[in-house]
């Protein structure tokens, strides 16, 4: 049973690109959650999703942050017109269809630089 | 919202000493406190958690404590290994969404 999938493990992006974020959970998970961590910081929730519904966005960003989990495929965090700030590792955690507050197990995460 | 706080944020051991990492809550609709070690360059892994409903799990080297009325919930490592040296964040959950510490930089010199 393979963990949780995140691609591409690195992304280079000048400011104004836009970049695109992949996580696929494990097998049998319907909940992703997406968080951001800053260099030497603690992790940052931005958004909860399950198949098609987005559950809790309070930790995104209002503007250029887009997160969507479809029916089929995996889960896309999508940063438009990226600015240096947007420079993070990215991570991706899923957890199982049987509720709330059941274990999260990450990926192995997305490194964005902004040049 | 749920704010965590977590102490210390630095901790150097011995090998074979004790570790213990104190973090505290503010929700008391929180009900599930996992704990994760995260290793440079890598993701977090899950090494132990605690539900509400109980006071105390152990699991080999690792136990975990937790006191829903001070609101408060601990991590101890027994017989430290210099393998053990990492980042550990703790976490609180009330409705799905995990909030974590800053962390702490456990390092076990031999």
């Known amino acids: 049973n393979a963990g949780v999938m995140q691609n591409p493990r690195h992304l280079v992006r000048r400011r104004g690109q836009e970049a695109r974020l992949r996580c696929s959970p494990m097998?049998?998970?319907?909940?992703v959650y997406w968080y951001r961590q800053l260099p030497e910081e603690g992790l940052k929730f931005m958004v909860y999703?399950?198949?098609?519904?987005?559950?809790?966005e309070s930790g995104m960003p209002k503007e250029r942050f887009s997160a969507e989990f479809p029916k089929e495929g995996p889960s896309i965090l999508r940063i438009q017109q990226v600015v240096r700030g947007d420079s993070a590792a990215y991570f991706c955690?899923?957890?199982?269809?049987?509720?709330?507050?059941?274990?999260?197990?990450f990926g192995q995460g997305t490194r964005l630089t902004v040049v | 919202g749920e704010n965590v706080e977590q102490h210390p944020s630095t901790l150097s051991v011995q090998e074979g000493d004790s570790a213990v990492i104190k973090c505290t809550y503010s929700?008391?609709?929180?009900?599930?406190f996992p704990w994760y070690k995260q290793e440079l360059g890598k993701g977090p892994q899950l090494i132990i958690d605690?539900?509400?409903?109980?006071g105390e799990k152990k699991d080999q080297r690792i136990a975990v404590t937790l006191n829903k009325t001070a609101k408060h919930f601990s991590l101890h490592i027994t017989e430290t290994q210099p393998e053990d040296s990492a980042v550990y964040f703790c976490?609180?959950?009330?409705?799905?969404?995990?909030?974590f510490g800053a962390g702490t930089q456990v390092v076990v010199t031999p």
């Open positions: 929700d008391s609709a929180s009900n599930y």
């Open positions: 605690i539900r509400s409903n109980v």
């Open positions: 999703l399950q198949k098609e519904n987005i559950i809790d």
């Open positions: 097998k049998g998970h319907s909940h």
């Open positions: 955690a899923s957890s199982p269809a049987q509720g709330v507050n059941t274990e999260a197990f």
């Open positions: 976490a609180a959950s009330a409705w799905g969404k995990l909030q």
